[in-house]
């Protein structure tokens, strides 16, 4: 809860970054960050506690931003969770390199996305 609360504090002041987070039975399972750009969404934080996660929380969190903007979705990512956005119908590229890491570059188009 400590780190949704900084999470969130980093967000205020900036009208394009938002934050919002997936709660069942009052505990807050996921939390996604995003900015808003002209055009798409860049999620710049996407997390579901380790015990939830394979029950499609990120994916349903994805898609609400998709129909509330109706925009292409971008992200970027690492190794460890780029096969996380496949399934959800990002096209990925490894066009960046940050701290000698390999990053993967992800979009959604503005179409549905597939499921998982």
């Known amino acids: 809860m400590i780190a949704l609360l900084k999470r ?4 205020r002041g900036n009208d394009a970054q938002e934050i919002y987070g997936w709660i069942e039975n009052d ?3 996921g939390v996604c960050g995003y900015t808003i750009h002209s055009g798409k969404v860049e999620i710049t934080n996407i997390s579901v506690i380790e015990n939830e996660r ?3 929380i990120g994916k349903a969190m994805i898609t ?3 129909d509330k903007y109706k925009v292409s979705i971008e992200a970027e990512t690492d190794d460890d969770a780029v096969d996380f956005y496949r399934k959800c119908g990002f096209i ?3 066009t960046l390199q940050k701290h000698g890491v390999r990053r993967w570059k992800c979009i959604i188009p503005i179409t549905p996305m597939k499921e998982i």
């Open 54 to 56: 394979e029950r499609g």
């Open 92 to 94: 990925t590229t490894t």
């Open 64 to 66: 609400s931003l998709f």
């Open 27 to 29: 505990v807050v399972l």
């Open 8 to 11: 969130r504090r980093r967000y």
